[in-house]
């Protein structure tokens, strides 16, 4: 890449190109550069910054082909510092022009939020932390791109941050795991848009944050991996059906703030300190090939041609996956 950067976001454009946002550079602040990566040439250009520096921060891609990115680190160094200025907001890209635009925003989980493409256009952003010592937040709130606005969408039950939001099939969205200053959870919540409401479901057999979850093509969700009070977290998965978890095959390596991916063949691509593939018709894992450098708080990217691109390891390395 042109920048090295850490704890950036990536996103797939409809063009097939990827546009990575903000990060930790080198140094201990946030970034607001921005570039873009095209698949059919391999190389990387610079695109316009961003109007505030985010780390941490968390994008998609909305139906209108513009990305959303929304808020990022709270605080500088420490909360005596004050906030960041981009603290609590949200900006929007336009491939087009390549310009960002302010997208608003009042959310008070700054890092460690997750961010989830409802099926009907609209984005839901929950939790977070908050930059107030082992703070997390209770908030989720809905962004409409086709008005602009931001709404409240009630409390979730937990309080949640470094954890997942997973679209399920049927609309609904699995919260699953992350955590407070008192530990992580094994709580779970689903949220139905068309209510506005938040409802517990089962429990996970472990309490984990910093894990990845990923829809499979059946419908149920895989949970792998994060950091737990009791040891290597097992690896899950959650059955929208019956409303239970099940565990299944372990991964051979203990990994936390890291990337799953669904590929085209219906496997997973988990990337952190080591690559891995899950097969959901056998439920066990194998490795890859060693990964060029391990990543450790990067974004992993599934390519139209269903390779896949790992960046934000620190450095300004980037690699690509392929799965045949």
């Keep these: 890449m042109l920048t ?129 010592p082992d703070g997390s937040s209770w908030t989720a709130q809905l962004y409409d791109p086709v008005t602009g606005e931001w709404i409240a969408t009630g409390h979730m039950i937990s309080d949640h941050h470094a954890h997942t939001a997973t679209l399920l099939n049927d609309g609904t969205v699995l919260v699953a795991g992350g955590g407070s200053g008192m530990g992580p959870y094994d709580s779970v919540e689903l949220y139905d848009p068309l209510t506005g409401t938040w409802s517990a479901t089962s429990h ?9 979850a990923v829809l499979l093509p059946d419908g149920r969700v895989l ?27 372990p991964m051979a390596t203990a990994l936390s703030r890291h990337t799953a991916t669904l590929l085209p063949d219906g496997r997973v691509l988990v990337a952190g300190l080591s690559g891995e593939l899950y097969d959901p018709l056998t439920g066990t894992w194998s490795n890859t090939a060693p990964m060029i450098e391990a990543s450790y708080f990067s974004t992993a990217t599934l390519l139209n041609n269903g390779t896949v691109l790992v960046v934000g390891t620190g450095t300004a390395l980037a690699q690509v996956f392929d799965p045949s």
Excluded at 57 to 80: E, H, I, M, Q, R
């Design 4 to 132: 090295a950067r850490s704890g950036n976001t990536a996103t797939l454009l409809l063009d097939g190109r990827v546009l990575v946002a903000g990060g930790q550079g080198n140094t201990s602040g946030s970034v607001s550069s921005a570039e873009l990566y095209d698949p059919a040439t391999g190389a990387w250009t610079a695109t316009s910054e961003m109007h505030h520096p985010r780390a941490w921060a968390k994008a998609t891609l909305v139906a209108n082909g513009k990305v959303l990115v929304v808020s990022g680190d709270c605080y500088f160094d420490a909360p005596s510092d004050g906030p960041e200025p981009g603290s609590g907001s949200a900006e929007l890209y336009d491939p087009v022009t390549e310009t960002w635009t302010s997208a608003g925003g009042a959310l008070d989980g700054c890092s460690d939020h997750a961010i989830t493409l409802l099926a009907d256009g609209r984005v839901l952003v929950t939790g977070g932390s908050t930059g107030i």
């Design 223 to 249: 949970v792998a991996g994060g950091d737990s009070m009791t040891g290597p977290a097992p690896t899950e998965i959650y059955d929208p059906l019956t409303k239970s978890w099940t565990t299944t095959g």
């Design 204 to 212: 996970m057999a472990v309490a984990r944050a910093n894990h990845a």
